[in-house]
């Protein structure tokens, strides 16, 4: 009980961190997290304003079979793609979905964003792949991101928006906070020229030394 009072915690934290971050504007998000040895995520209510959302309001489900664990209270309406992707990513333990304005921006014209900053190749290792439009029913859109994702810890989804996801709730915040924030400064690049992307064994090399030697985990 003690993990999933400390998960629902985390899952409430991460949602008020998408306004704190301007990734959403009004409900236009949405964070979850997964304790697979209890089968249960957590997941933002339905049209809560991020402000009023809590470790006690968060949405319990059991994520085998989709039960809502908690009554009187909606989960968000995302909660299929959740399901899916940690069905069927059983690596991820958070799952961010924003319409933040510059990666979105990338989606509407159905475009990755380009492998051309060494943050790019830090964080994600790779373009920032974009799928087709592909309309919200059932499991549609779940399936499109196992299609089109590559190593990256996130993906476009064409016209819509933004999917990203880590190890845990946190770590999926911040990939859509860096996903957000390489998209603009791609985009500002794009009005003054033709960026140049990085070749792939040069972005191995970033990614490899962000991931495996920067930070205090190895210390």
Known sequence: MADLELLSAEVAKANKALPLARLVTMHSGNASGYSPEDDILFIKPS???YDEITPENVVPVRVSSGEVLAQGVRPSVDLPHHLFLYRNMPEIRGVIHTHSNFATAFAAVGKPVPLVLTAIADEFGAEIPCTPYVDNEGE???EAILKYKNRAPAILLGNHGVFAWGKSPRDAVKAAVMIEDV???VWLAMQI?????IPPEEAEKWYDRYH???GQSQV
């Open 47 to 49: 049209g809560m304003d």
């Open 140 to 142: 549609h859109i779940g």
């Open 183 to 185: 998209a603009k400064t």
């Open 193 to 197: 020229g033709k960026p140049h992307e």
């Open 212 to 214: 495996n030697r920067y």
